[in-house]
């Protein structure tokens, strides 16, 4: 952290909230780096038509980073801010954008502390050529390829109220952010669905913004304006397990999770975001996925 206090840090709050559902965005919220690892792979932009683009990904640091729908909820968080116009956030702006509320504690506060960290020491360089002669992505830009970091800031400490406390400013935009944009491929929700009534602890807010994140691209899909194919409106429970990071669960911990995502998918049901939703349950009564309906435009 900089040991320099900056002073009328001026933050406007952001009326809505931004989801990144690019390619890339999809592939490297799986990835275990361990430390000073570096990792090759490829982005299907447009299976139908065979378009990939190539990416590598660093870990600049000598500690293993597994990236987590946790990750991303505190990426689109930031991007949301850096789009209202803000060159500053803290743990407490962006906990609170997550649906939060004003008291941040210790531990989520790290986790959000280790979550901006371990953003701004991932670096990854991509070669869009295919895909921006072959879908006209960028078709004005003379550059192809493209390097950033995930999400490019620094940590000091500013005085707000009186009041020192730390603060994170952003630098510039990050890769992720360039690219969605880029391809148009950035959602815009009310803030409020992320205020589902659960314990916001890191589990609580991967899984609200993982949930928001799959129904909006699924709604958005079958928009009449939608060039992607329609998506099917069915979420597994091996998909959401995986992006959150909660393999590997037992059985009481699995029904703690659904209990969870019953309260969120009620919650999306008052807010008007889907109509209903059941579980699909298969063979010997094991919950194969989230069946949502709602009204198409």
Known sequence: MSDMIITNVKVIPSKNFKITVDA?????FKVTLKGKEKKDGTVFESRKKGVVSEFRIFNL???????????????NASIAEQLSGNEYTTPEIIYH????????????????????????AIRIHINMADAQKKLGYGEHREKSIFTGYLLPTETLAVKVNGQTTTAIRFLRRGIIFSVSDMKNQILTCDKKLLEAPIRHTERGIALNHYLLRRISEIIGSHNPDSKASPLKN????????????????????????KNLVTTILEFFVEQKLI????????????IHGIIIEFAEK
Request: charge should be positive.
């Open 275 to 286: 109509n209903r939703f059941k579980f699909d349950i298969r063979k010997r009564g094991k």
């Open 234 to 257: 069915t979420i597994t429970f091996e998909d959401l397990y995986k992006n959150c990071n909660l393999e590997n669960l037992n059985r009481k911990q699995q029904s703690n999770v």
């Open 97 to 120: 954008h997550l649906g939060g509320g004003h008291n941040l504690g210790k531990e989520i506060k790290n986790a959000i502390m280790e979550s901006l960290e371990n953003l701004a």
């Open 61 to 75: 640091t000598s500690k293993d980073i597994t990236l987590s729908e946790f990750d991303r909820a505190i990426l």
């Open 24 to 28: 890339l965005s999809h592939q490297i």
